[in-house]
C-alpha cells in the first residue's frame, strides 16, 4: 500500500534513527556518527555506524544501510508497510487509511482490562481468608498497609484456579487468561492458575495500566523467589521497569536501580521514591530511554554477591557512552555476632533509614571507582606478580577513558592500592594508551584498503561496469544532498548514467528537490528499493565538501566523457572529446 508522502516524513521526523537504532544496539560517540556491534552479522570490533545528521545506517563490514524505515524492515523482519505502522505506532501516530485493521488494539485494550481486573482481585485477597499469609510476610517486612495500598500489592491464594473462576465471573475467556500470561495451560489441556501462594506485584506503566504481574515466593527459598509473566502482547520485560509509575513523580534528581520489586517498595517507603527495578533481566537500553525521560543521573544499587556484581557490569556496559552520570553503590556488610553478612537495599533501609542511605548514595563513586575497586579484589596484591598483573589491567582500564585529567587521577587512585609508584602507574597507561590508539588505527586502515567495500555496491546486481563514471555518479549525488540548490544545473538522462541504480536514486534526488521535500539519505531511501537504500547509505558515507557548481560541472564532465568513450566511432570520439574540453573547460 502506498502511503501519503507528507505522512512518511513526518514518520520519519518523529522516529529519530539514533533513537531507534539505540534500542537494538549499544551505540557510543565518535566524532559526528554513534558507532556499534552490527546487528546484521557477527564482529567484535564496531563497524555498524549511525548518522544522526544524516538519518541513516550504514555497516562497513557488511554493507546493510539505508534509512531508519529500512532499519525496521531488516532488523523486525517486516515488510515495508509493516515497518511503516510499527514505527507509526512507536511515535503514536496514526497511520492514514489503517483504521480498519483495529484488531490487534483491540486485543491489547481487552487484555489490559483482564490484568487490571486480576490486579483488583489480587488486592482484594489481602483484606479476605485468603490473603492471611501474604499480610503476614508484609508484616514481616515491615511494609506498611498504606504502602501495599500505593503499589497495589496482593495476594495469589493456594489454589489451583482461583483467579479463573474469578475472572470467568467477570466475563473473560479461559483462552484469554492464557493470553495474559495468567494462566497456564496443562498437559491434560486443562488450565490452572499461574500464580499461586504469592505476594503478587502489578507491573504498571507510566499511563498507570498493569502491563503484567510479578510474584514473589511466600515461602523462604521456594523457587522461583520472584515469578514474572511471560511476554505478552502487553508485556515487554525489556521495556519495563518495576515501580516506574511511581517513580516518575518523583523531586529527587537521581533513579535509583535496585534489584527486587520488595526493595523498591521498601525503599519508596523511607522516601526514595525514584527506586525502580529491572525485574530479573540485566539492564536494557530501552529501560535507560525510558528513565532518561525524568533524571539524568543513576545510583546502582545491586547486591554485593557474585550475580549482583555481574549485574552491575552488564548495566556499567551499557551506560558506558550514556548521558547519565553513574553512581555504584556498594552497601556494607553488616556485622553479626562479629561476622560480616551481606545485606541488600532492604535490609539496610530497615536498620538505618532513609536517610543514612540518601548519605550513602551521596558517597558512592563513579564507574571508573567501582570497576578499580572490583578489579583489585581480584588480585593479592601482597604478591609481586600479582601486582604486576593489576598494574596491566587497571592501565587498560584507565587506557579508555578519553579524558587525561581522568587517567592521572584514577592511575594515582590504582597506584596507591597496588603500593607502586604513581610514576609507574602512569607509564602503564600512557603504554595502554598508545596501544589502543595503534589499534583503532590499523582497525581503520584495514577498513578503507577493503579494495571491493570501498567501491563497488555490496549487492553483486547493482556492480559498477564503469567505476570512474559511477564515482562521479555518486558524487554528483553527494552534492545535491550537501546542497540541493545544485539540482537545477544537473541536466542529466537515464543513457548518461553508468549505473541504474545511482539513475534511480539520483532522479528520486532531484524529484525531491524540484517539489522542495527532504534530501536527507533517510528521508530519501523511503521511496527506494532496499537495495538501492543501501547504496545510498554506503555512498553518502563517503567523505564530501560541498563544491557549489564548479564540483558539479567537473562530476558532469566526468560523466559524459565517460559516455562518449563506450562510443566505437574513435573519430566521433576524438571530435567530441575536444569539445567537451573547450565547453566545460
Ligand atoms: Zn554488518
Same mark, same amino acid.
Given at each position: 500500500m502506498a502511503f501519503p508522502e507528507s505522512f512518511i516524513?513526518?514518520?520519519?521526523?518523529?522516529?529519530?534513527?539514533?533513537?531507534?537504532?539505540?534500542?537494538?544496539?549499544?551505540?557510543?560517540?565518535?566524532?559526528?556518527?554513534?558507532?556499534?556491534?552490527c546487528p546484521f552479522h557477527n564482529e567484535k570490533t564496531p563497524s555498524f555506524s549511525v548518522s544522526p545528521e544524516k538519518q541513516i545506517y550504514h555497516c562497513f563490514g557488511c554493507g546493510v544501510g539505508g534509512g531508519v524505515i529500512n532499519f525496521i524492515m531488516n532488523i523486525e523482519n517486516l515488510s515495508y508497510p509493516d515497518a511503516v505502522r510499527f514505527l507509526a505506532s512507536r511515535a503514536g501516530l496514526t497511520v492514514p487509511e489503517d483504521s480498519a485493521d483495529d484488531e490487534l488494539p483491540r486485543l491489547r485494550r481487552r487484555m489490559l482490562e483482564l490484568n487490571k481486573e486480576a490486579a483488583r482481585w489480587f488486592y482484594s485477597n489481602l483484606s479476605g481468608d485468603r490473603g492471611g499469609k501474604a499480610v503476614r510476610y508484609l508484616e514481616k517486612r515491615r511494609i506498611l498497609p498504606r504502602t501495599a495500598k500505593n503499589f497495589g500489592l496482593g495476594a495469589a491464594p493456594d489454589e489451583w484456579d482461583g483467579l479463573i473462576n474469578a475472572m470467568r465471573e467477570k466475563g473473560?475467556?479461559?483462552?484469554?487468561?492464557?493470553?495474559?500470561?495468567?494462566?497456564?495451560?496443562?498437559?491434560?489441556?486443562?488450565?490452572?492458575?499461574?500464580?499461586?501462594d504469592r505476594l503478587m506485584f502489578p507491573v504498571i506503566d507510566v499511563r498507570g495500566d498493569v502491563l503484567g504481574f510479578s510474584g514473589r515466593a511466600l515461602e523462604d527459598g521456594a523457587e522461583p523467589k520472584y515469578l514474572n509473566s511471560p511476554?505478552?502482547? *502487553?508485556?515487554?520485560?525489556?521495556?519495563?521497569?518495576?515501580?516506574?509509575?511511581?517513580?516518575?513523580?518523583?523531586?529527587?534528581?537521581n533513579f535509583i536501580l535496585v534489584e527486587g520489586n520488595v526493595d523498591v517498595v521498601s525503599l519508596h517507603q523511607a522516601g526514595l521514591d525514584s527506586a525502580v527495578a529491572s525485574m530479573g533481566t540485566s539492564l536494557t537500553t530501552e529501560q535507560t530511554r525510558l528513565i532518561s525521560r525524568y533524571a539524568k543521573k543513576i545510583v546502582l544499587c545491586y547486591d554485593n554477591d557474585p550475580a549482583g556484581i555481574k549485574a552491575t557490569d552488564r548495566a556499567l556496559d551499557i551506560l558506558k557512552n550514556s548521558e547519565f552520570t553513574v553512581r555504584v553503590l556498594r552497601l556494607p556488610n553488616a556485622i553479626v555476632d562479629g561476622k560480616p553478612v551481606k545485606q541488600d537495599a532492604d535490609d539496610f533501609i530497615k536498620k538505618y533509614g532513609g536517610v543514612e542511605f540518601d548519605k550513602l548514595i551521596n558517597g558512592s563513586g563513579g564507574?571508573?571507582?567501582?570497576?578499580?575497586?572490583?578489579?583489585?579484589?581480584?588480585?593479592?596484591?601482597?604478591?609481586?606478580?600479582q601486582r604486576v598483573a593489576f598494574l596491566k589491567r587497571a592501565g587498560q582500564l584507565l587506557a579508555a577513558l578519553s579524558s587525561p585529567v581522568e587517567r592521572e587521577i584514577y592511575a594515582a587512585r590504582a597506584a596507591e592500592a597496588a603500593g607502586i609508584s604513581a610514576e609507574a602507574m602512569e607509564r602503564e597507561v600512557e603504554r595502554a *594508551?598508545?596501544?589502543?590508539?595503534?589499534?583503532?588505527?590499523?582497525?581503520?586502515?584495514?577498513?578503507?584498503?577493503k579494495p571491493s567495500g570501498a567501491v563497488q555496491p555490496r549487492d553483486r546486481a547493482l556492480r559498477y561496469k564503469d567505476v570512474k563514471s559511477a564515482l562521479a555518479e555518486e558524487g554528483l549525488i553527494r552534492q545535491i544532498m550537501l546542497d540541493p540548490a545544485m539540482a537545477e544545473y544537473c541536466d542529466l538522462a537515464e543513457s548518461d548514467f553508468s549505473s541504474p541504480a545511482l539513475w534511480r536514486i539520483f532522479s528520486e534526488l532531484v524529484r525531491r528537490c524540484e517539489s522542495r521535500q527532504?534530501?536527507?539519505?533517510?528521508?530519501?531511501?523511503?521511496?527506494l528499493e532496499a537495495a538501492d537504500?543501501?547504496?545510498?547509505?554506503?555512498?553518502?558515507?563517503?567523505?564530501?565538501?560541498?563544491?557549489?557548481?564548479?564540483?558539479?560541472?567537473?562530476?558532469?564532465? *566526468?560523466?559524459?566523457?565517460?559516455r562518449l568513450l563506450e562510443s566505437t566511432d574513435l573519430a566521433e570520439i576524438a571530435k567530441k572529446m575536444r569539445e567537451t574540453k573547450s565547453n566545460g573547460g
Open positions: 516524513e513526518e514518520l520519519i521526523d518523529r522516529n529519530d534513527i539514533a533513537d531507534v537504532v539505540s534500542s537494538y544496539v549499544s551505540l557510543s560517540r565518535k566524532g559526528g556518527n554513534l558507532f556499534g556491534l473473560f475467556e479461559r483462552d484469554e487468561l492464557v493470553r495474559a500470561g495468567l494462566a497456564v495451560r496443562g498437559k491434560d489441556g486443562r488450565i490452572h492458575d499461574k500464580f499461586f511476554e505478552t502482547l *502487553v508485556f515487554s520485560k525489556r521495556r519495563i521497569l518495576y515501580g516506574i509509575n511511581l517513580a516518575k513523580n518523583t523531586k529527587r534528581d564507574s571508573t571507582e567501582y570497576r578499580l575497586m572490583t578489579l583489585q579484589t581480584e588480585y593479592d596484591l601482597a604478591e609481586d606478580e *594508551v598508545k596501544n589502543r590508539r595503534r589499534n583503532e588505527k590499523k582497525e581503520y586502515e584495514k577498513q578503507a584498503a527532504s534530501v536527507s539519505p533517510g528521508a530519501v531511501s523511503t521511496a537504500a543501501e547504496l545510498l547509505a554506503s555512498l553518502s558515507e563517503k567523505p564530501e565538501e560541498a563544491g557549489g557548481r564548479q564540483a558539479i560541472e567537473q562530476y558532469i564532465n *566526468v560523466i559524459k566523457t565517460q
